[in-house]
């Protein structure tokens, strides 16, 4: 019995280490480069056109948000320089959620660049010792809960809980201004009811449908002037940035957009919510 439990444990090891791998090569946008840009006041995007990395600056040194993939840090500092930034300034690492796509390359990224990772509580095990070993697991600096604040300079961010995706899911909130105004950013964690998610029955993450009718109360109750996401193509990234013109108005201020894609996003849990129950 217990060789047979082994065997299995191997196979599905094997086996999501196989998914993350056709993946990474099934979506071309995640390697894509895409031209590092300003998004509002001191937030950068400096990711690829297909997952996102955002560089958050101050004198005192810059806040990261997603390592992505080992093989995109290279492309995630290009980016950072190619901006005007040094690598080894950013001094704080943070992500959305433990998926391989926003945090295989922490190891890889905190070596080089020095930073302090600060991690959500609930994806805390998922990211020190990665299931079935799918990427370098990291040691956490900072265990993070719902509500903790993150500092650097005149930076402020505060981590949100809102877990479904994954146990630790966070939504990051902070300041922004630009034109003499205020604005609320909200970069969220991700509302996505993947494909194979089992949302009823759920023996490894019982109360899944609870924590994602969480993430959506949490989200609704958020003033979003700007909002960003783990990938691009939550906020229309492509088609915003091709807006951006010297004297227009900024295209990622949107707050309708917000909560049309909190709404249509809730819709599609429920959908599948309902589909699993029967």
Avoid at 160 to 173: A, V
Wanted: charged letters at 25%.
């Amino acid at each position: 019995m217990k060789s047979s439990t082994l065997s299995r444990s191997f196979i599905l090891a094997a086996s999501l280490a196989y998914a993350t791998l056709l993946a990474a090569q099934g979506n071309p946008a995640w390697r894509e480069p895409f031209e590092p840009h300003k998004v509002i006041d001191n937030i950068y995007y400096v990711g690829t056109k297909g997952l996102s990395t955002y560089l958050i600056t101050s004198p005192e040194g810059h806040i990261a948000i997603n390592s992505s993939f080992d093989w995109t840090v290279p492309m995630i500092r290009a980016n950072v320089e190619k901006l005007g930034f040094k690598f080894s300034d950013i001094k704080i690492l943070l992500i959305s959620h433990a998926h391989g796509d926003h945090c295989a390359g922490s190891a890889l990224f905190k070596e080089l660049s020095g930073a302090k990772y600060m991690v959500m509580e609930g994806d805390v095990p998922e990211v020190e010792k990665p299931t079935g070993g799918r990427y370098p697991g990291l040691k956490v600096d900072r265990v993070l809960k719902d509500g903790d604040v993150v500092k650097l300079g005149n930076n402020v961010l505060t981590a949100r809980l809102t877990p479904g995706h994954t146990k630790g899911c966070t939504t990051w909130t902070m300041k922004a201004r630009e034109g003499g105004k205020t604005y609320d950013v909200v970069i969220i964690g991700s509302p996505n009811v993947n494909a194979g998610y089992k949302l009823v029955n759920n023996e490894q993450y019982p109360q899944i449908a609870e924590d994602y009718e969480r993430m959506f109360r949490v989200l609704k109750s958020l003033s979003a002037d700007v909002y960003l996401g783990a990938h691009g193509d939550y906020y229309d990234m492509v088609a915003k940035f091709a807006r951006m013109k010297p004297g227009a108005a900024n295209p990622f201020i949107d707050p309708d957009g917000y909560k049309r894609y909190i709404s249509d996003k809730e819709q599609e849990f429920r959908t599948k919510l309902a589909a699993q129950k029967k």
